[in-house]
């Protein structure tokens, strides 16, 4: 058997077009459309936004995570440092475990996005007034 596994395009962006998120390789808990490899424990997938979206204010305690911006642009609200950044296509960022941030991304944003060692650690944040605020009024 091959060590090799490969992904054609056509095959991720039809798995895209019917779920916008797609890991292409971890060990998933549940299923999703793309047939995707397990390799090692890291987990790397896309996400498409088709609308301008929100993900909820969060951390990961084991993972790091990290985000390339193939197309579009992102805020990422360091909820720690109080800073907000911008990224666009091209642009990279790449967070500690443990880091708490809030993400809102603009309409047509397409994310590469890496976690490292893997597993579902995502813990949700409480929405405060801020948050909220933040979430309804950033123009991304």
Known sequence: MSGFHVLPGAGIEAALAVSPRQ????????????ANPTVGATEIGIVDYAE??????????ENGEFIYVL???ILMWDLEA??????NAGDFL?????HPHAQKSAAGTRLLFVKSPGGNDKTLLELTPEILAWQRDAVV
């Open 23 to 34: 890991y292409l390789v971890g060990d998933l808990a549940r299923p999703q459309e793309l």
């Open 82 to 87: 109080d800073v907000v950044h911008t990224l």
């Open 52 to 61: 301008v979206s929100l993900e909820p204010p969060h951390f990961h305690p």
């Open 71 to 73: 197309a579009g642009r």
């Open 94 to 98: 790449a967070m500690a475990p443990g």
